[in-house]
Nanobody
Framework: VQLQASGGGLVQPGGSLRLSCAAS????????VTWFRQGPGKEHTFVAA????????HYADSAKGRFTISRDNTKNTVYLQMNSLKPEDTATYYC???????????????????WGQGTLVTVSS
């Protein structure tokens, strides 16, 4: 499966962005899609995940209450709606996908087979 991430850009603190992760083929309900981000000079960190066709979602503490992950299975696309953005949200955001894996590895980059190319989000005034 090829993934393509898009939607990044420059936004002021407090603003919103919606990222998209489009899959090249129908992935089905067993396919987990996860958003990671990587700040300058930092490791990839888990942001949010969509499992079971979108019926189950997971969020990093930093994303809870501000970010929402959703899924349109008719378009093979997963979205990350980001509200109340902060300068510390500045990073390149990547979507990743996998068909199988145990829950404890949800935030492990090595547990994903498919990766999008990344989209840069800059939060600055």
């Amino acid at each position: 499966v090829q993934l393509q991430a898009s939607g990044g850009g420059l936004v002021q603190p407090g603003g919103s962005l919606r990222l998209s992760c489009a899959a090249s083929e129908r992935t089905g309900s067993s396919y987990t899609v996860t958003w990671f981000r990587q700040g300058p000079g930092k490791e990839h960190t888990f942001v949010a995940a969509s499992r079971r066709g979108g019926s189950t979602t997971h969020y990093a503490d930093s994303a809870k209450g501000r970010f929402t992950i959703s899924r349109d299975n008719t378009k093979n696309t997963v979205y990350l709606q980001m509200n109340s953005l902060k300068p510390e949200d500045t990073a390149t955001y990547y979507c990743a996908g996998r068909r199988t894996g145990i829950l404890s590895t949800l935030g492990d980059v090595a547990a994903y087979n498919d990766w999008g190319q990344g989209t840069l989000v800059t939060v600055s005034s």
